[in-house]
């Protein structure tokens, strides 16, 4: 299946000048609007979404060829499966396809996953959530959670109290509005200062609550309509009959999810690659392999390398995070590593997971060798 009828011709476009102002507002308009591509004489220059307005403090006159970022150009006869992977390789929902050469419109995570919903009933939340989240408390401030946001590259941020249970939500689509000042909205006195109160606001007053959930068990099918029905990027995800958070799941888990293949080839995913200086896609490919067959008995579906810049640095090489996590038929293993440059996060990653891996077929080993022995036992 291709993305022929998939990729629409109704997108949302300006021009290099245009000022954020006007973006910004289309992303907090009544209708959900996942990004805008900014184009010029028929050329797609890239893409601008919610969180790109993150990135540091913008004034209303900033023009959109200030902010805008790559994004991959797709072609109308890509196969739907490549077409995910490349969204979710490059961290956006939102991509220009052309059609013999030339811009014919766009494809978005929205369209793709609407077109494959009811593939997707054969698997519950349990199987692609992530399960690691990143938490805001109620009185932290929205000037924080603007900063965790950024910091751990997500859009979403749910907010507990001291004992963990969920009580509201904020995203990058609420913070975006703070980042960029309406330009039709009258105002009076320095508008620096008043984002500044602003950003000292608790989340508490700003965050939206009830939060919408889902469980577990939940299939991917009955989550995704939730989050296409009502405009949403992405659920919390509880145990049932609890208002502690055990994970959330976004509409990249779900396309990662399309990604997954049968073939012999491992499936291995690098978000953020342009990091990497001296280690190529095919080394990390051949070095995730190797730790993958010390566990025979796994069957792996999907590897996901994630690399994430941070603002701190040392001798002018930035503090990298980087993530490596494995779906499987039988658990989810993940390794993480944090160091100044993305060749020494990864290495680190790299051997927090093939230890996480190699534990992981040592329980399996041990938990069958006590069968065998109770077996024994039990036959005396």
């Known amino acids: 299946m291709d993305i022929s009828d998939i990729a629409t011709q109704q997108c949302l476009t300006v021009a290099p000048e245009t000022r954020l102002g006007k973006v910004r507002s289309t992303f907090t308009s009544d209708t959900h609007q996942d990004g805008v591509l900014v184009v010029e004489d028929d050329d797609c220059l890239g ?31 890509t196969n739907v499966r490549e077409a995910a992977r490349l969204l979710v390789e490059n961290r956006t929902v939102l991509a220009p396809v052309t059609q013999q050469g030339e811009l014919w419109g766009c494809i978005t995570a929205d369209s793709i996953i609407a077109a494959v919903r009811e593939n997707l009933s054969v698997l519950s939340v349990s199987d692609i959530h992530t ?65 500044e109160r602003l950003l000292e606001v608790p989340v508490y007053d700003f965050m939206s609550s009830p939060v919408e959930t889902t469980t577990l068990e939940t299939t991917v099918d009955e989550a995704v309509t939730t989050m296409l029905d009502r405009g949403y990027d992405g659920l919390i995800v509880t145990p049932e009959y609890d208002e ?10 779900v396309l990662r999810a399309l990604t997954y293949t049968e073939e012999d080839v491992l499936d291995v995913q690098i978000t953020n690659a342009e990091l990497l200086r001296t280690t190529t896609k095919q080394q990390i490919h051949d070095r995730i392999e190797d730790i993958v067959t010390k566990h025979e008995s796994m069957n792996v579906y999907h590897v996901h390398v994630k690399l994430q810049e941070h603002h701190e640095e040392f001798r002018n090489t930035n503090l990298i995070r980087c993530q490596v996590r494995l779906w499987s038929d039988q658990d989810s293993i993940a390794g993480t590593g944090e160091g100044y440059g993305a060749e020494d996060a990864l290495s680190l990653a790299l051997d927090k997971f093939e230890r996480n891996v190699l534990e992981l077929k040592g329980k399996r080993s041990d938990e069958r060798y006590r069968g065998e022995l109770l077996r024994k036992l039990n036959e005396l």
């Open 47 to 77: 893409a601008i979404q919610p969180r790109d307005l993150l990135r540091s403090q913008y004034d209303d006159d900033t023009n959109a060829q200030s902010v805008v970022r790559s994004v991959p150009t797709i072609d109308r006869s």
């Open 131 to 195: 399960s690691d989240v990143i938490a805001i408390t109620e009185d932290a401030t929205l000037g924080e959670s603007l900063n965790r946001l950024r910091e751990h590259g997500i859009s979403r941020l749910p907010v507990v109290e001291d004992d963990g249970t969920l009580t509201g939500i904020i995203t990058t689509d609420d913070l975006a509005e703070f980042i960029v000042r309406d330009p039709d909205q009258p105002h009076k006195g320095n508008r620096a200062s008043d984002t």
């Open 244 to 253: 502690l958070v055990a994970g959330v799941l976004t509409k990249t888990d």
